[in-house]
């Protein structure tokens, strides 16, 4: 079974401090997202990575960055929290040409409240 | 981009049929997805469905695709209690999938 972790699965932090948030798979997969979740929103991509070193921004990088030194490891990192980065946070991971096209497999989720 | 819409909520008595529709826009779009997340967890891959089939059929699972009109369906039979949860229609895009934002099922006994 493909398995995702994320280091925390709840986390408070105050505005203003830098916050990681690490998710590590363990199939070898190329491809690693990172989306937040909100409430009437559903999922929005913040960045990917489809390889080692290799980033790009998704629909809402703002406020974000990320940091892709391992195959198997993909952090986010959130420089200065603010409130309004309060939130669900997933990973995913995939492998394109391996599998279905698309087909993620999702860690279970870090709820980050910044206050 | 691509958008993904459905329905925010859905609630059905135990037994009943449960219908979840999705619209999307990207008519290129190879794989469609449906994705389950239950309470406090991450999402699941439900079920799938290649963009030249109609129908597939899984257990109590049915999707359903109309190209043609862009639409998808996600058909659950005799819906138990432990259905309730998010479902999320997804569609591939070309390097990430797009999400609709989620319909919420809830199934009373």
């Known amino acids: 079974d493909v398995k995702v972790t994320q280091s925390s699965r709840y986390l408070v932090k105050r505005t203003g401090e830098k916050v990681f948030l690490e998710c590590v798979q363990d199939m070898d997969h190329e491809n690693m997202f990172w989306y937040r979740q909100d409430p009437g929103l559903g999922l929005r991509l913040i960045y990917f990575?489809?390889?080692?070193?290799?980033?790009e921004k998704g629909d809402i990088p703002e406020g974000y960055s990320v940091s892709r030194e391992k195959k198997e490891r993909f952090s986010l990192i959130l420089e200065s929290a603010s409130t309004n980065q309060t939130s669900m946070y997933l990973c995913?991971?995939?492998?394109?040409?391996?599998?279905?096209?698309?087909?993620?497999?999702f860690g279970p989720g870090t709820r980050l409240t910044v206050l | 981009g691509e958008d993904v819409e459905q329905s925010l909520f859905l609630s059905v008595r135990e037994g009943d049929s449960s219908v979840i529709n999705c619209t999307y826009t990207?008519?290129?779009?190879?794989?469609l997805y449906w994705y389950k997340q239950e309470p406090g967890a991450g999402l699941q891959l439900l079920t799938y469905?290649?963009?030249?089939?109609d129908m597939k059929q899984d257990q109590r699972l049915t999707v359903l695709l109309n190209k043609k009109d862009k639409h998808l369906s996600l058909r659950i039979a005799d819906t138990q209690t432990g259905d309730s949860a998010i479902y999320f229609c997804a569609v591939f895009s070309g390097y990430a999938l797009n999400f609709g934002k989620g319909t919420s099922l809830l199934v009373t006994p």
């Open positions: 990575s489809y390889d080692v070193k290799m980033k």
């Open positions: 990207d008519s290129s779009s190879t794989y």
């Open positions: 469905i290649f963009s030249n089939m």
């Open positions: 995913a991971s995939d492998t394109l040409g391996e599998s279905k096209d698309g087909e993620q497999f």
